[in-house]
Nanobody
Framework: VQLVESGGSSVQVGGSLRLSCEVS????????IGWFRQAPGSEREGIAC??????????ADSIFIKGRFTISRDGARKSVILQMSDVVEDDTGVYSC????????????????WGQGTQVTVSK
């Protein structure tokens, strides 16, 4: 099983980024996929999860995330996309995707498979 993130880069405040999580070794349709981020010195933070439909999808309620990040599936490319807009400096961190057969939420320990992460750096 492999999850490979891409799309991370350096971006200025107010800009946008499109992160991709390409999945192989499992059927994307059978797994819930979540996006997480971890800033330096901070705990891993859940952003959103797109579900298979068996459980509800989930989006973080945090005012620092809500309304700026959108998660979606691209079945043809076996990928899950995280669209980031109006980024701020606090969005800096390593962004990772994860797969879970049964869970779709903010608890990172509930996910079975993880990617290596992609770095996002936001500056003024």
């Amino acid at each position: 099983v492999q999850l490979v993130e891409s799309g991370g880069s350096s971006v200025q405040v107010g800009g946008s980024l499109r992160l991709s999580c390409e999945v192989s070794g499992i059927n994307l349709e059978d797994y819930n996929i979540g996006w997480f981020r971890q800033a330096p010195g901070s705990e891993r933070e859940g952003i959103a999860c797109t579900s298979t439909g068996e459980v509800p999808s989930w989006n973080a309620d945090s005012i620092f995330i809500k309304g700026r990040f959108t998660i979606s599936r691209d079945g043809a490319r076996k990928s899950v996309i995280l669209q980031m807009s109006d980024v701020v400096e606090d969005d800096t961190g390593v962004y990772s995707c994860a797969a879970s057969r049964l869970y779709c939420g903010r608890l990172y320990r509930m996910y079975e498979f993880w990617g290596q992460g992609t770095q996002v750096t936001v500056s003024k």
